[in-house]
């Protein structure tokens, strides 16, 4: 029972942490300072719930110390708009890029940039046609780079499976 409580609280932090954090009339050096305010005194009441005596105070301490960083960190991350950028130039590179080419995408109001470029395209055996790709997304001066595939659905719209 503990376990799912505490889990819940989890839940809580994050969903609250990701509120304060995503705010598009915010500037940046307000969402990281309520991200990081935020994730730390939640990060501190759910370590107080764990363990007893000098452990609990402990746990404290580094539940304050983890919710604050985790809290900063997303209240860095990608705002609406950015995600919206992202997403557009993503689909239309999957669709009209050819391989090895990139497309890149740049919010002049948060300064956050990625690229997109596909790397591999080919045809299953249904017909569908899929691609894999490399994404770069820049927050802050530090590039994140993740990699996957995304295939063509009925709509003409780019799913990412994996």
Known sequence: ??????????????????????STTQDQGQKETVGTIAGA????????????????????GAGAVLGGWLGKSIGRSLDEQDKAMMNRTS???LEHTSTGSTSTWRNPDSGHSGSVTPTR?????????????EQV??????????????????????????
């Open 121 to 133: 395209t080919y045809q299953k055996s249904n017909g569908t046609y899929c691609r894999e790709f």
């Open 41 to 60: 005194v939640l990060g501190g009441i759910i370590g107080s719930k764990m363990g007893k005596g000098e452990g609990q105070l402990w746990a404290t």
């Open 1 to 22: 029972m503990t376990f799912v409580k505490n889990a819940i609280s989890v839940t809580l932090v994050g969903s609250l942490i990701m509120l304060g954090g995503c």
């Open 91 to 93: 689909q239309a590179s």
């Open 137 to 162: 997304v820049n927050v802050d001066g530090e590039d994140h780079v993740a990699t996957g595939t995304a295939c063509r659905q009925a709509d003409g719209s780019w799913r990412v499976v994996n």
